[in-house]
């Protein structure tokens, strides 16, 4: 929803239908060796160059387009290590997943990052081949990279012709690959190197793993502190290892291997500072914020000293409170989400008056369990996983993630937002049932979730889950808002097609209506959902996964093949029964209203009477189909009236546009009887525009009806609210001070 797909546009389409043919090619050579016809040296030599060009690249002013090829799923390997058989380099054969086997390798470059992890590898026999391995390429960056002389085992290797021709083993699931410490018993001999007997012990263990640790290289350490665990410690040692280890799981963000080394001892009688305090770090960061809080008052009563954990027992609690009240400092949601590069904002989610339950036809879906107001929260959902690109930095690459299978292709982070799920997933395997749980099409997955106590993330299902599910986000609603209003634009650019990305579980199973109940808006990585009607109890929520607002006005179904359905509200009922030559009609004459809308306010009287044949090609009332072509000109005629100080015809066609949206409204029609209030009886659908929309009426009321100017601005903030997710920024947006006529201050910020 929202992402900018490209699978459309010719220039992309070459690309596509390119390595589909590439594809096709690599399919003819399967089966055969996987033995290159260069030598050792040239493939080394070939490999070193491209990784020296790949280092001096300069960064352009503007932004990288890489290219990102999906292969044909393939499910990753769910066979206990001690049941596959070894292979060599020679064994293995193009485009063939080789089951039920695995391949032991040392890395002899160091490592290239692309849209892959590149090495080149040799096994035993010392034959070479390139290794890619995808979704890794953030973890194994810095001290964890793949340093040479790494020792690798790939299970079930699968070896693709590459876009170059060339031959590479390529590694998609993170289970399908094991990095083999160096004095583990697999490492042949030729390979280890020399340890002596002061060496194996499990202090001298724990000892190695510290000084890893303090260069950072977090995955050295881990295996020390494991070995350690595995040399018989003493219960001394094994606590402290255990702790330590704890800690460097923290750091490398498995939150539930932490929360495991340091259960036992939390527990114990006299729980130790260092694992109270990594215990209800460890929850915190897994979002279990009453248990974290638990933790920390445990940890004050027994070390009152300790203000790191005093602090941190704040931070829960701030976070506790705001997953149970809803109740957020928006304001400061909006400076973290500017300061922070990517805006992840350390906030809670909050799940309010909503459930997940079972629809009629559309599977499940998201419904009230009380009735709520429009402009009410729904809920405030943390992201599960977030990719952001920072359209000013001229560093940060877009990825055109190609997807043959499927013949679709987006331009933006959707491949980084793939490789943060997976990671996510493989790192903390308690989040993986919901996860997968969520929509993900015909796609099967595997059947087993864990294998030798190593979790089965899917990659492809994964990929699946994201292709469906995820959503294209600004940096904040806000700042969309008022760009759109900055361009003098009266409806947003609802199909506005972004380049960062994410993925709300909760928000996934809301499904689509173009005649929308619910909206969502954005602040950094927060996903902020409000009502846009009053709603009963038991009422789904819907918004729209594209917007009926830029579908064209040929009267074709709204296009949502994508997802597998067609929209039936009743917007779309009304096109399909709706006779062509009357669709034609209504296209010539929004045509028509264009032209005489950019010849100026003169031929108004021309534009009312096209406005007024227009509102003939409808039949029903507008409360029960809304009349989507009226909207815009309607909202433009009102705004020439009230730059023109013509407030009773202000006030007319501002409430012929909300009309137009399907909102049917008390109250506001002159000459308005003094003491009756404005009302709005049904709320109807809620795009940008709106909230000036009722500025332009609150404008106009000062004049003609003084009681109602408070009333139409009130709605206007909530309006607002809807739109950018609160309304604590109303004043710094909208007011009196601005030269427009619906209120927007120009310089808002």
Sequence with gaps: MDTYNVSNVPAYLRILNGHKQSLKNARNLKGRPASSEKSRNEILMQFSFRRLMSS???????????????????????????????????????????????????????????????????????????????????????????????????????????SDGDYGLRVDHLSDVKFI?????????????????????????????????????????????????????????????????????????????????????????????????????????????????????????????NSSAAQEFKRASARLDEQTSGEYKFRLLHLEARKRQPPHLDRGSFIGPVSVQPTKSHGRGLFTIEAVKAGDLLFCEKAFAHAFHD?????????????????????????????????????????????????????????????????????????????????????????????????????????????????????????????????????????????????????ELTFWYKSPFTRDSKGDPMDLGHWGFECDCAICQEIQKTDKTVMSKRTRLEADLQKLFNLGAKHSSRIEKSISGLAETYTQLASVVPRLALWKPCLSLAAIFAASHKPKRTVEFGLKALESLGYVIDGGKLPHAAGTPLSVKEWGLMTDGVVGCWMILSGAYETVAPGLEAQAKQYARISYRICVGEDSTFEETYGKLSQRPDGFLETAQ
């Design 181 to 305: 410490p160096e004095f583990d018993s697999l490492v042949p001999l030729s390979w280890r190197r020399k340890v002596s007997e002061a060496d194996e012990s499990s202090n001298s263990w724990k000892l190695k793993g510290n000084d890893f640790f303090n260069k950072a290289s977090y995955r050295a350490a881990i295996e020390c502190y494991t070995e350690a665990l595995n040399s018989h410690p003493s219960s001394e040692v094994a606590v402290a290892t255990q702790l330590n280890r704890a800690l460097t799981f923290l750091k490398t963000h498995r939150f539930d291997a932490a929360l495991l080394d340091v259960e036992e001892a939390a527990c114990a009688p006299s729980p130790s500072e260092k694992a109270l305090f990594r215990k209800a770090q460890a929850l915190y960061n897994l979002q279990r914020f009453q248990e974290s809080c638990e933790a920390h008052k445990l940890l004050r009563e027994r070390y009152p000293k």
């Design 56 to 162: 001096q690249r300069q960064p352009k002013s503007s932004v990288n387009i890489r290219s990102s090829f999906l292969p044909l799923a393939y499910t990753p390997c769910t066979t206990s290590f001690k049941d596959l058989n070894r292979v060599m380099i020679k064994d293995l054969c193009l485009e063939t997943h080789h089951r039920g086997t695995y391949v032991l390798l040392r890395t002899i470059t160091p490592t290239d990052t692309l849209t892959a992890a590149m090495v080149i590898v040799e096994d035993e026999e010392e034959s070479v081949l390139m290794l890619q391995l995808y979704n890794q390429g953030q973890e194994l960056s810095g001290r964890n990279d793949l340093n040479k002389g790494t020792v690798i085992v790939v299970k079930e290797p699968y070896v693709k012709v590459m």
């Design 391 to 539: 359209a000013k930095s001229t560093t940060h690459d877009l990825n055109l993630l190609i997807n043959a299978q499927s013949d679709t292709m987006t331009l933006g982070t959707q491949a980084e937002l793939i490789e943060l799920a997976v990671q996510r997933l493989y790192k903390n395997p308690s989040v993986l049932p919901a996860f997968i749980d969520l929509h993900h099409g015909a796609y099967k997955p595997v059947a087993v979730q864990e294998i030798d106590g190593i979790p089965i993330v899917d990659t492809f299902l994964v990929g699946r889950i994201i292709q469906l599910n995820c959503f294209g986000c600004p940096l904040s609603s806000r700042e969309s808002h008022m760009s759109a209003m900055r361009n003098d634009e009266t409806a947003k650019k609802s199909n506005e097609q972004f380049h960062s990305c994410g993925i709300w579980r909760l928000a996934s199973y809301v499904n689509h209506s173009c005649f929308s109940n619910a909206r969502r808006s954005f602040i950094g990585d927060m996903m902020v959902v409000r009502a846009t009607k009053d709603l009963a109890p038991g009422t």
